[in-house]
């Protein structure tokens, strides 16, 4: 599981998350607060290699100055470890 909050310069930027170029862990939303603190089950393949590269994304062609997410943090929890 991610969790961490997150500061979006615009509400209506839909930002994406993916993992290591590959797992979309959520595709493009609105934030409704800001900062609003989020959370997205992280498959474990994602974090088997024992490296999690994330990367947040907007729309090509969204304009602005290119600061569209600010993450302070992020944190891996583990929601099912034994």
């Not at 290699?49 to 997410?69: A, D, F, I, Q, S």
């Amino acid at each position: 599981m991610l969790q961490g909050p997150c500061v979006c310069e615009e509400h209506t930027a839909q930002i994406a998350l993916t993992a290591n170029d590959r797992y979309v862990l959520h595709g493009p939303g609105l934030r409704t607060t800001k900062p609003e603190t989020v959370e997205f089950p992280v498959p474990e393949v994602a974090t088997k290699g024992g490296t999690l590269n994330l990367k947040w994304t907007v729309p090509e062609g969204l304009g602005g100055g290119g600061r569209n997410v600010q993450v302070a943090e992020v944190w891996l929890l583990c929601r099912d470890c034994h």
